[in-house]
């Protein structure tokens, strides 16, 4: 069931994406050669506890850490570990933060130290269907049109965009209803209305790809084919007339 926030839960929402946004950016600005996974997350939840907030996705179903690290490969849900990040390689940070008792989500994708031409392609195309993804979100559209426009401007990149996993709605919970497929199912899907609020987040495979594989530990979803691979998120309200990225 789709769910309509009030207009005191959309301004508490705001205010934490706001506060998630600054933590990520401040988070993704310490990405360099050497550092690992596990400082970063370490900076994370030191933030999150400053910001007098809570990190959503530690201990939810078990995962360990406030921070998805995902490096390379990895689409989604690394864990955070030991291993020092390398130049030239490329890693995800997914963060979700509880605030005031609502949550907000969001990632992006950064390159360690300089990255070859291909790794910075893959990082500006999915940013930017991020961006278009976005500019299809309004009341009474179709929730069918975020995926075709993310499909539309990725397939003549000839990469593949993960198919398996979805943007979702957000806000009383971590992860609510409706799932918010990345590309074009073909299948008609709910209208928008205003109050709703969705976590939009493209995961595109460079290989041209779309199949995924979970690792051993039960957590981080790899490119099936090995190939680099890109996640950007954020959380976005529909209002009267578009919508407004809250953590922006």
Request: overall charge neutral; glycine content about 10%; aromatic content about 4%.
């Amino acid at each position: 069931m789709l769910d309509k926030k009030t207009d005191s839960e959309i301004a508490t929402l705001k205010e934490g994406g706001k506060i998630l946004s600054q933590i990520l950016r401040a988070v993704a600005e310490e990405v360099r050669p050497g550092i690992t996974g596990l400082e970063l997350n370490q900076l994370a939840e030191k933030l999150i506890a400053k910001a007098k907030a809570k990190p959503s996705f530690k201990n939810y179903r078990g995962f360990p850490s406030a921070l998805c690290v995902s490096v390379n490969q990895t689409v989604v849900h690394g864990i955070p570990n030991k291993q020092a990040l390398r130049e030239g390689d490329i890693v995800g940070l997914d963060l979700g933060l509880k605030y005031k008792g609502l949550y907000t989500d969001m990632a992006l994708t950064v390159g360690v130290g300089k990255i070859s031409k291909e790794a910075q392609q893959l990082l500006s195309v999915t940013k930017k269907s991020l961006e278009i993804a976005i500019s299809q979100v309004g009341p009474g559209k179709g929730l069918e049109e975020i995926g075709r426009a993310i499909e539309k401007f990725i397939k003549p990149h000839g990469y593949g965009i993960v198919q398996d996993l979805a943007g979702h709605g957000v806000g009383r919970a971590v992860h609510e209803d409706p799932l918010i497929p990345n590309y074009n199912t073909g299948q008609k899907l709910a209208k928008m209305f205003p109050g709703l609020v969705l976590a939009i987040e493209p995961m595109i495979i460079m290989g041209g790809d779309h199949h995924i594989a979970v690792a051993d530990n039960n957590w981080s979803v790899n490119s099936q084919d090995g190939s680099l691979t890109a996640h950007f998120e954020h959380t976005v309200v529909v209002t009267d007339d578009g919508c407004v990225v809250l953590t922006e």
